[in-house]
């Protein structure tokens, strides 16, 4: 019965594994990485320049809350604080109507 359980649960995560990595778009995440290294080196990046990267990478505005949700854990992994990355979130979502 232990065994059965264990089985069970080690089953579900390797499926939600398998499926994280199913749902991740290379060139989104380039997008995100590229966004989240603008966002480092500039905090007071403009919406528009945001908005370049997500056009250069060819992501729709339909996408562009998808990816721009992944940008805060990138800018977490980079080293910035919490609040930190809350506020430049702002110039994230700023960014998402000047998207084609």
């Given at each position: 019965?232990?065994?059965?359980?264990?089985?069970?649960?080690?089953?579900?995560?390797?499926?939600?594994?398998?499926?994280?990595?199913?749902?991740?778009d290379?060139?989104?995440?380039a997008?995100?990485?590229?966004?989240?290294?603008?966002?480092?080196?500039?905090?007071?990046?403009?919406?528009?320049?945001?908005?370049?990267?997500?056009?250069?990478?060819?992501?729709?505005?339909?996408?562009?809350?998808?990816?721009?949700?992944?940008?805060?854990?990138?800018?977490?992994?980079?080293?910035?604080?919490?609040?930190?990355?809350?506020?430049?979130?702002?110039?994230?979502?700023?960014?998402?109507?000047?998207?084609?």
């Amino acid at each position: 019965m232990k065994f059965l359980i264990i089985g069970i649960f080690a089953a579900i995560v390797a499926f939600l594994i398998w499926r994280s990595k199913q749902n991740t778009d290379p060139k989104e995440q380039a997008c995100v990485i590229e966004i989240g290294n603008l966002l480092k080196a500039h905090p007071d990046a403009q919406p528009q320049a945001i908005a370049d990267v997500f056009k250069k990478h060819g992501i729709d505005q339909s996408r562009c809350k998808h990816v721009g949700a992944m940008v805060m854990p990138q800018l977490r992994k980079q080293g910035l604080k919490p609040e930190d990355a809350r506020i430049l979130m702002g110039q994230v979502r700023a960014a998402y109507p000047l998207v084609p």
